[in-house]
């Protein structure tokens, strides 16, 4: 004979008509500190009767020092400095190595900013929409649907609480713009300098194909294919022309006793260990 489980101990749906979950995606201005949102000015005042309160409270016994002090150890330590590391003058590994390594993650992280990105417009047009509603004629409608309202019948609240939102609205808004107008104008920057480095690798007579030119922003699709069909003599020859282009000239004095002055451009000059020993 089967058995109907009570009504205790049937099994709740997951799917039930919890009030907490209803309002819990809803701005809550109640539970917030009001000073984060109340444009009011926060007055110190040194002649109240709270000043001249004891600001700290005695707790008998445990404010008093201990009677016995721990004496101190004669423990030494003793600083070991660990061997300079070697610098390796060339790459070990052939720049092939990390060709592919470096496509796949490039195109990777494109393809996770392009997401992030995306949501993060979504979320904006859901601001802007917000936005439009409840500066409408029928704005009673739509804020308790957007902002955690204790009593529909107060317009006193109901109103206070649409300015908070508004307010709200527009500095997320306003955040939103200025990343943007930051993130234009540092790929404007980027593709003005790789516009320059290109022109000056073309006037020193390190010509390169139309495509590789035609567009060399960091965000192109093309770049990591321009790199993989350039051969390495000439991406060596662009390195090293960058390198001079930033730094300029090397200079390079040998003391015959296993060092070297080294000068990079206008940098201060340096000691070295020389590459070749000369007696």
Known sequence: M??????????ALRLTDNPKSKTSKLLDFDSANPLLYKDQSISIDGKSSFSTQNLYVYHGLTCKKPAIVSK??????????????????TDPLDDEV?????????KEEKSMTGSDRTRMLLEIENLKEQLRLIQQHDWARHLPRIVMIQDRKDSDEMARKRKLMVQELRRLLGKFADWDERNARLLRDAKKFERGTNANIRSNGLHASDDEYEDSSDDSDDADENILAASLEKLREKRELNRRTRGGHSVRIFLRNG???????????????SNMYIN
């Open 98 to 106: 990390y060709v592919g390594f470096h496509r796949r993650m490039t």
């Open 259 to 273: 060092y070297d002055i080294l000068q990079v451009g206008d940098h201060v000059p340096r000691i070295v260990e």
């Open 2 to 11: 089967s058995r109907e489980p009570s009504a205790e101990k049937k099994r």
């Open 72 to 89: 101190k150890t004669d423990l030494k330590y003793k600083v070991k400095l660990l061997p300079r590391r070697q610098r390796t003058r």
